[in-house]
């Protein structure tokens, strides 16, 4: 089993930058794909990033692509999203999860992640 911990979401202004860390424990995730997704309120869950386990491969959602960056650090355990120009549009609660089957290719679809945190809350202010 693995757990998820997200930490680093906040409350900051248009144009202001976060990142993001998902802790695993229980298991190394250095074998995992791992992933970003982000609910709003009324929305429906949406892919914003993955990476598969070596970090070479990385994925991101058209509507993030050159703001978010998705990484790595497998002696840590842990995965990054470090976004930029945030915009009132990337207010949602943001998930980790791990995709224990995807090896090297970063995923998009949600149904094939195996473990997710809890969520951190990340709110941008106009």
């Known amino acids: 089993q693995v757990q998820l911990v997200e930490s680093g979401g906040g409350l900051v202004q248009v144009g202001a930058s976060l990142r993001l860390s998902c802790t695993a424990s229980g298991r190394t995730l250095s074998r995992y794909a791992m992933g970003w997704f982000r609910q709003a309120p009324g929305k429906e869950r949406e892919f914003v990033a993955a990476?598969?386990?070596?970090?070479?491969?990385?994925r991101h959602a058209d509507s993030v692509n050159g703001r978010f960056i998705i990484s790595r650090d497998n002696a840590k355990n842990t995965v990054y999203l470090q976004m930029n120009s945030l915009e009132p549009e990337d207010t949602a609660v943001y998930y980790c999860?791990?995709?224990?089957?995807?090896?090297?290719?970063?995923?998009?679809?949600?149904?094939?992640?195996?473990?997710w945190g809890q969520g951190t809350q990340v709110t941008v202010s106009s």
């Open positions: 990476i598969g386990w070596s970090g070479t491969n990385t």
């Open positions: 999860a791990a995709d224990k089957y995807g090896m090297e290719l970063p995923n998009s679809a949600d149904a094939l992640y195996d473990y």
